[in-house]
């Protein structure tokens, strides 16, 4: 770690694998004159203090890795051209705003966690790549789009605190063969109320629905007998009270005649 301060003045890319300045004390905006990178490396410009918004020609850059997060930038995120693609774009921990775009599923690792994003979620148009997705702490609205099925490799889907969101999330999503993380609490969405979605459901690692408590006796077949043998027990009781109750009187009864005939 260094404690590297002021402004960028130019980021110089060009054949280099890795540009990392991240954990240093930079500010001032991003620079503009940034020159295309290769497809194989990464820029790191993470925990600064970077403020301003982010240059489409970021997004634009063939790089495997673009890491943003833990700064504080600002306005939407806009993407140059409809090129761009990488395995990880990460601009959480911002103050970005604005609409999200179906470019984010270019990317195999999406994360804009802790931002003032809002609008809808956007749909997923033709091939996607992204494995994780993360929208944590937005300010989203309305439902999950049904399209999000063509995300067909996803792993992660994290929708938490977006109280916005609302509605029953589509059924067809069990067809994400790879999903095993789905959390969206502090939202409204709901989960569908059908046998096939309860079951799929089971088999999610880590999901927001109310999932069926496991089983752990194989030849249990659900019964609650701990309450039914409550109830038989109480049946007893009341037999019992009943014959006493019966007894007691046909002795009344019998005691009356006896001292009728004397």
């Known amino acids: 770690l260094n404690q590297l301060l002021g402004d960028l003045f130019f980021v110089l890319l060009g054949q280099l694998t890795v540009f990392n300045i991240s954990s240093n004390g930079f500010s001032g905006k991003i620079p503009e004159n940034i020159i295309r990178s290769s497809p194989s490396s990464i820029l790191d410009l993470s925990f600064n203090q970077l403020t301003g918004s982010i240059p489409s020609l970021i997004t634009s850059l063939q790089a495997s890795t673009i890491l943003l997060n833990n700064n504080q930038l600002t306005g939407p995120l806009v ?95 069990e067809s994400l063969a790879f999903l095993d993380v789905f959390t969206f609490t502090g939202t409204k969405l709901t989960c569908p109320n059908t046998d096939t979605w309860n079951k799929w459901a089971d088999t999610v690692s880590e999901i927001s629905c109310q999932k069926t408590p496991p089983n752990d006796n194989p030849d249990d077949d659900g019964t609650n007998w701990a309450l039914w043998g409550s109830l038989i027990g109480v049946l007893i009781l009341a037999v019992v009270v009943a014959l006493a109750v019966g007894g007691f009187m046909l002795y009344r009864k019998k005691q009356r005649e006896n001292y009728q005939v004397v």
């Open 79 to 173: 993407f140059g051209n409809n090129n761009a693609f990488g395995y990880i774009l990460d601009v959480s921990n911002n103050q970005l705003s604005g609409n999200l775009s179906s470019m984010i599923y270019k990317f195999d690792n999406f994360n804009a966690d802790n931002n003032q994003f809002n609008g809808t979620i956007p749909d997923v148009v033709g091939n996607s790549n992204p494995t994780f997705l993360s929208f944590r702490n937005n300010s989203l609205t309305g439902n999950v789009p049904s399209t999000i099925i063509n995300a067909t490799p996803l792993m992660t889907f994290q929708l938490d605190d977006n109280s916005g969101l609302e509605g029953v999330i589509p059924e067809d999503i």
